[in-house]
């Protein structure tokens, strides 16, 4: 049944960033609709929000844009692409009486970000911490071809190099063979002053699945495929949603235009290592090593130079796409590394919930 129309109007405030401080922010009226008790927002009026107007996209999708940006949304799926890059949304797309609706959550902590990329003045980046996943006794996916926390690493150390040469300070959770647990990797983090957090995974799954995925962790009261429990304390979001979507947009793309790889898209996620974070931060899975083609790829020095030049391209360009006067690029000359080793296996950030249940050594 249609879901029943709110009568109030939801405000929806939205930073332009347009190169100059202070800009003036820009008010969007949109009226909601509530379907299966999730606030919608009509993609009419949204369009008009933007000045998009309909265009040529994704076959099988319905595409709006302005410029260069091309926005495809099909009904009843939760994919969403910006210039075919892939997006999942926390909600499927609804279709009402001829028009379509998308949830006022996607709007708000994936869409807006993602076309309007900012900070929140929480002041410029000056350190990437790089979490190598795994390690030690936790060798997380194991093929003939590779093992993960190998690969995690090779990644890892090739990209504190680059980032050092971009002029970036480096915190390397592990520059070695040895285990952290995922709480003392999210302490390091958020210990960090001025920092942004990558966490560097490779996947595993059938003979046949490829491919590269970047994970940001779930809005608030969103429901998630990756998670553990569906306690009412695993719904928390954190204050950098925003930052999040950004990140992952940035790295995500260079990985997909540059080794041309399946794109299995940005997804929301409730992985112990981003659920408490008080950073920007990403998780990334740089290719299947149960894959024949693809795990002979990820364990190769140069493929993995590859990814690690990619995560690195995409860094620079999310300070660039965010820099605002309180955010800018980072300082020149050669930086800095340092490897930070917890002896603490928890973090609670202020005014962040902690996510609920056990920690595990998978992410």
Same mark, same amino acid.
């Given at each position: 049944m249609p879901g029943h129309r709110r009568r109030n109007w939801l405000v929806m405030m939205m930073c332009v960033l347009l190169g100059t401080v202070g800009q003036? !922010?820009?008010?969007?009226?949109?009226?909601?609709?509530?379907?299966?008790?999730?606030?919608?927002? %009509? &993609?009419?009026?949204?369009w008009r929000f933007y000045g998009f107007s309909r265009k040529q996209g994704k076959p099988g999708y319905v595409s709006f844009g302005a410029g260069n940006r091309v926005v495809s949304l099909k009904e009843r799926k939760q994919d969403f692409y910006m210039n075919n890059y892939?997006?999942? &949304?926390? #909600?499927?797309?609804q279709e009402r009486d001829g028009e379509m609706y998308i949830s006022a959550t996607d709007m708000s902590k994936l869409v807006d970000p993602v076309l309007r990329p900012r900070l929140t003045g929480r002041g410029k980046i000056t350190t990437v911490v790089i979490d190598p996943g795994?390690?030690?006794?936790?060798? $997380?996916?194991?093929?003939? #071809?590779? =093992?993960?926390?190998?690969? @995690?690493?090779?990644?890892?150390?090739? &990209? +504190?190099?680059?980032? =050092?040469?971009?002029?970036?300070?480096?915190?390397?959770?592990r520059d070695r063979d040895f285990f952290l647990t995922l709480g003392e990797r999210v302490a390091i983090a958020n210990r960090t002053p001025d920092s942004l957090f990558v966490s560097i995974h490779h996947n595993s799954g059938r003979a046949g699945a490829s491919g590269i995925e970047t994970f940001t962790l779930?809005?608030? *009261?969103?429901?998630?495929?990756?998670? +553990?429990? %569906? =306690?009412?304390?695993?719904?928390?979001? @954190? @204050?950098?949603?925003?930052? @999040?979507?950004? &990140?992952?947009?940035?790295?995500?793309?260079?990985?997909? +235009?540059?080794?041309?790889?399946?794109? %299995? *898209?940005i997804q929301r996620a409730r992985f112990s290592v981003l659920c408490t974070i008080r950073r920007p931060a990403i998780l990334f899975? *740089? $290719?299947?090593?149960?894959?024949?083609? !693809?795990?002979?790829?990820?364990?190769?020095?140069? #493929?993995?130079?590859?990814?690690?030049?990619?995560?690195?391209d995409g860094i620079v360009r999310y300070i660039r796409n965010t820099r605002t006067g309180s955010a800018g690029h980072p300082r020149t000359g050669g930086g800095s590394t340092r490897t930070m080793y917890s002896s603490s296996g928890n973090a609670r950030s202020n005014g962040v919930s902690a996510a609920g249940g056990s920690q595990s050594s998978i992410r």
């Open positions: 003036a !922010e820009a008010v969007g009226k949109w009226m909601t609709s509530t379907f299966d008790g999730v606030d919608y927002v %009509r &993609l009419t009026d949204v892939r997006y999942i &949304l926390s #909600y499927p797309v795994h390690g030690g006794h936790d060798a $997380g996916a194991v093929s003939a #071809y590779a =093992r993960e926390k190998d690969c @995690n690493l090779a990644v890892g150390l090739k &990209l +504190r190099d680059k980032l =050092r040469k971009a002029g970036f300070k480096v915190v390397m959770t779930a809005p608030h *009261g969103t429901t998630s495929p990756f998670a +553990r429990t %569906r =306690r009412s304390e695993d719904l928390a979001g @954190n @204050n950098q949603d925003s930052e @999040n979507i950004a &990140l992952a947009t940035a790295v995500h793309a260079h990985s997909i +235009r540059t080794t041309s790889a399946i794109d %299995r *898209g899975e *740089g $290719g299947f090593v149960t894959n024949p083609q !693809e795990g002979s790829k990820v364990s190769s020095s140069s #493929y993995q130079d590859t990814l690690a030049q990619c995560i690195c």
